[in-house]
Every structure is written in structure tokens, then in C-alpha cells.
């Protein structure tokens, strides 16, 4: 079946033209003029993706973001934004956004974005299902929802900081690359570098380890990757 868009854009000339090349690549669409709008059609429709522009009528992309991501804490948002600050990015995905795009974009770059999360959100779907809660170590990490436990203290993943540790989890005690993540989580996203998942190892540390600097469960391996054991 095709894969069903939310289009949340105010700007009347670019989102008739995305919502022409979209339907060309064979998706559903339905087009939101405003942040009111798009909350009213997220509640009365099933979608697998929100496309959502940050500057908008009402309530803007940031509110928007955070109403889905408490309902739905799977569904994949790519946001649009004429904003270049590195904090407007940051905030976006904080709140819950997985991916952003700047405007002016290519369209090519767009669908290719759309067409990699739709696929993590395929392969994320299937492998939670078969074990949505994992423990170890006195964590406890709710795929399903992104809630996680570390002993009395509860915290929330973003969904890249989820598909990571489950990723990490489904291949135990096996060395997993950095190329094999940017291949099978950001499905290579072109402004993704091997750094970036460094960094994110860094957190998901902070988050598990009682000792982030001398990690028990998320383990470097020289000049390899990255391999995850739960028992010490």
C-alpha cells in the first residue's frame, strides 16, 4: 500500500508544487495550511510520515511536533525550515523530530529523505514487535514508547537514540561498524558523518553506564565500531 503524507506547509506555490511530486512518486497526501489544521487532520487520519514547515499560522512546527510525538511516539517527521541556526535544529529535534531539510532544498534530496525514514520506520515496526521491552543491568528501555529506566530515574530517547540501541541489542556481543549504522539507521543521510554517531554513543552512555568513561555495555572496539553486551 502507498505510504500516506501529512503536508503541513503555509506557504501556498511550494506546497502544491511538493504536494504534485509527491502524489507523482506514488504517495497520499494530504495537505495542512496551518498548525490547527494539521493537529485536526493527525487526530481524524492514519499517516506514516509528517512533512511539517516550522513557521506557521496558530501554532507553529515546534507545538505541532510535540502534540504528535506524545501521541504517536513512532511517527516519523521530516521538518521544513527557512531557518539556518544551528538552535532552531537542535530545538526541532529535541522535541522530536527525526530528520529536518532546509529550505531552499533539492527536490531529489527530499524524497530520498522521505524514502529512508519510511524504511526505518518499516524495519523499527518489525523488530519492536517481537521484544518492545528490553532490560539490562538494572535499565529498562520501552521501544514501543521511547521511555527508559535507569534505576529510580526515568528519561525519554529521541527515536535515532531507539533505532540505535535496538539496532545494537538485535546484533549482542557482535562488532557493529559505523558504516553498517549510517547504512541501516540514517540510511546514510548525506549531512550524517561517523562523528555524529559518536556523538550519540556518547549519550547513550550518559543514559545506561554507571560509569560513562568506562563503559560496561556499550563497548568501543578499536578501529572497528561499536558492540553492545548486557552482562558484566
Given at each position: 500500500?502507498?505510504a ?17 511530486n ?12 496551518d ?5 485536526k ?28 510525538r ?40 527530499l ?33 514501543e ?34 558504516k ?53
Amino acid at each position: 500500500m502507498s505510504a500516506k503524507i501529512l503536508l503541513v506547509e503555509d506557504e501556498e506555490n511550494l506546497a502544491m508544487g511538493l504536494e504534485y511530486n509527491l502524489k507523482e512518486e506514488g504517495y497520499k497526501v494530504d495537505w495542512a495550511k496551518d498548525g490547527k489544521e494539521a493537529i485536526k487532520f493527525f487526530a481524524e487520519n492514519n499517516y506514516d510520515l509528517i512533512l511539517l514547515d516550522i513557521m506557521l499560522p496558530y501554532l507553529n512546527g515546534f507545538e505541532v511536533a510535540g502534540f504528535i510525538r506524545k501521541e504517536n511516539p513512532q511517527m516519523p517527521i521530516l521538518m521544513l525550515t527557512a531557518r539556518t541556526g544551528v538552535d532552531d535544529k537542535v530545538k526541532g529535534l529535541e522535541i522530536g523530530a527525526d530528520d529536518y531539510i532546509t529550505k531552499p532544498f533539492h527536490l531529489k534530496e527530499l524524497l530520498l529523505r522521505i524514502k529512508g525514514m519510511l524504511k526505518r520506520k518499516s524495519w523499527y515496526s518489525s523488530v519492536v514487535k517481537h521484544e518492545p521491552i528490553y532490560k539490562f543491568g538494572g535499565n529498562e528501555i520501552n521501544f514501543e514508547n521511547f521511555k527508559c529506566r535507569k534505576g529510580k530515574t526515568e528519561f525519554q530517547l529521541t527515536s535515532y537514540e531507539a533505532m540505535i540501541m535496538k539496532y545494537l541489542i538485535l546484533n549482542k556481543n557482535k562488532i557493529v561498524t559505523r558504516k553498517e549504522l549510517l547504512e541501516n539507521v540514517w540510511n546514510t543521510a548525506p549531512d550524517v558523518e561517523t562523528r555524529t554517531i559518536d556523538n550519540f554513543m556518547v549519550r547513550l552512555r550518559k543514559y545506561f553506564e554507571n560509569d560513562p568513561a568506562d563503559p560496561k555495555f556499550i563497548l568501543s572496539v578499536r578501529s572497528a565500531g561499536y558492540m553492545f553486551q548486557d552482562q558484566i
